[in-house]
């Protein structure tokens, strides 16, 4: 089994979350269908869209300007729709994968 | 911070470090795993009921051996895939992480009922089930919370009919319940044991199986092994530098691994004495020799997390943050960010901060020529060149300390 950085966020997904439909887009974008939906306020289970980013990789900035290129990345590859929400994965060395959402503007709170 | 405790726990766990030590350098099996009996210096008779029975083992048993764990250094990950190599290492000292699980290597037990290969009554919980379960609990709570809200908002518009208020108050209590059974912890953690699987359950299983499954089962039927062990960069030189008990084939001695650890942590070719990877390595290694066991941090953005014994035991108590008091790498309202987020899990955050050497005092040990016959002693004065020390970080609430 080959182990780039992405293709190790392929497995990760299909075997440990046993998410449905995962493709790999470029170096950067993986997307797919959780096995429920993410968050209780969605209508329904929606593809979601993983940025894959590796811990200890370079030039990782977090910028505004960089978070606006992955939504039109996205929108790209999903039929010019600009989704609401995409997922930052961040890669540990020893195989652990973070994942948190990031929203496209301000979204109301959820109570935990 | 105990979590439930389990007999058996400490029967799989005895060993703290993936090391055996069997026999004296007499090379006397003293294997811990042999119930010799007392010594008492009184009474000669039990010396010689400890001779005859040592002489007994001694015949009897072979002294066990510490056979080298393998691991591959592949596309930038050091890998462990034997399965009893990956058993041993994470039974003996909280080694690495399966890579399709939690932590502890579980993929394929798990896959093995998930897609009805093997048949049981009773199935042993992994950790990820007990995550599961308490998840799906908290999403029921959260329902009923939900609905108990939508009621009390109908009760302030005075919308609200006699029956929905039986069925708040009965909310009420069953809230007030569940709140009470999440903090005593109700299905307990860590470890596993056996529970009645559950029947409903049973009957919804007929899932499709996916693709991706179906590739995983070879022409005799059986599953696949995909998992391996990942360890981490400071784990890898830890188990090779300090215990010795790993072999890697793809590095000719210490120093090349030295080198590939630090040159991925750093764009820069040379290696400078405030590498990362250095300064993760000592913070690693001097907690671990304290007797800590040492896990990343990254799932509470920090950089290590200490448990006693080991997570199927305690839950971590400390979170740590490793200050380089060269860079500055941290702000304090970076830091406050942390330990608001550490403090949320009933952690206590720790600032440590490493000094480090110039240059060329680094220079000095690390090229020095004379030590090449003994690599070992060279990383130790190496290592000796930089000090550790921390500091507890902990957010005061002056209304709530109130006396």
Redesign the interface.
């Known amino acids: 089994?080959?182990?780039?950085l992405i293709e190790?966020f392929k497995?990760?997904l299909?075997?440990?979350n046993l998410w449905?439909n995962v493709k790999i887009h470029n170096d950067l974008i993986i997307s797919g269908i959780p096995s429920t939906k993410l968050v209780?306020t969605d209508d329904s289970n929606q593809i979601e869209w993983i940025m894959c980013i590796d811990?200890?990789g370079?030039g990782k900035e977090l910028s505004i300007k960089i978070i606006n290129s992955w939504f039109k990345q996205v929108q790209s590859l999903n039929n010019n729709f600009r989704p609401s929400r995409i997922t930052i994965g961040?890669m540990?060395?020893?195989?652990?994968i973070?994942y948190y959402f990031v929203y496209d503007g301000i979204t109301k709170p959820r109570?935990n | 911070m105990a979590k439930k405790n389990n007999k058996n726990l400490n029967k799989i766990y005895k060993y703290p470090l993936p090391l055996i030590i069997s026999s004296n350098s007499n090379g006397l099996n003293l294997n811990l795993n042999l119930n010799l009996p007392n010594l008492f210096p009184h009474n000669p008779i039990s010396w010689i009921w400890y001779s005859i029975k040592l002489l007994y083992y001694n015949l009897r048993y072979d002294v066990p051996s510490n056979d080298d764990i393998n691991v591959v250094y592949?596309?930038g990950?050091f890998k462990i895939e034997n399965e009893s190599s990956m058993r041993k290492i994470w039974r003996m000292g909280f080694f690495?992480?399966g890579?399709?699980?939690r932590s502890e290597p579980t993929?394929k037990e798990r896959?093995l009922i998930r897609l009805n290969l093997i048949k049981t009554d009773k199935c042993k919980l992994t950790m990820e089930d007990i995550t599961r379960q308490r998840r799906a609990e908290r999403?029921d709570f959260?329902k009923k919370?939900q609905k108990l809200q939508d009621l009390e908002l109908k009760k302030r518009k005075d919308e609200i009919t006699d029956e929905e208020l039986k069925e708040m108050d009965e909310l009420d209590k069953i809230l007030v319940e569940m709140r009470k059974a999440s903090q005593v912890g109700s299905i307990g953690s860590g470890g596993s044991f056996d529970i009645e699987k559950d029947e409903e359950e049973d009957e919804e299983v007929e899932e499709v199986i996916?693709e991706?499954d179906s590739k995983l089962i070879d022409s005799n039927g059986r599953l696949i092994q995909?998992e391996y062990v990942?360890?981490?960069?400071v784990?890898t030189f830890f188990l090779k530098f300090a215990l010795n008990t790993i072999k890697i084939s793809n590095f000719a001695n210490l120093t090349e691994l030295f080198k590939v650890c630090c040159n991925?942590?750093s764009?820069s070719n040379s290696i400078n004495p405030d590498n990362k990877f250095i300064l993760e390595y000592l913070v690693y290694h001097y907690y671990r020799s304290m007797g800590w066991c040492v896990r990343?941090g990254?799932?509470f953005g920090t950089d290590y997390l200490l448990y006693k014994r080991g997570p199927p035991f305690m839950h971590a108590e400390f979170c740590l943050l490793i200050m380089d008091l060269n860079s500055n790498n941290l702000d304090w309202f970076q830091v406050f960010t942390k330990a608001r987020v550490v403090g949320s899990v009933k952690k206590t955050l720790v600032l440590v901060y490493v000094e480090t050497p110039t240059i060329e005092e680094f220079n000095q040990v690390f090229y020095d020529n004379n030590e090449v016959d003994d690599e070992g002693l060279k990383f130790l004065k190496l290592f000796k060149l930089y000090k550790i020390s921390e500091v507890i970080y902990k957010r005061w609430n002056p209304s709530r300390t109130r006396d």
Not at chain 2, 230 to 233: I, K, N, P, V
């Open positions: 089994m080959s182990s780039t190790q497995t990760n299909i075997h440990y449905n209780s811990k200890l370079f961040i540990n060395d020893d195989g652990t973070v109570q | 592949k596309d990950i690495g992480k890579v399709l699980s993929w896959t999403t959260k919370r996916r991706e995909i990942q360890l981490q960069f784990e991925h942590y764009e990343s990254i799932k």
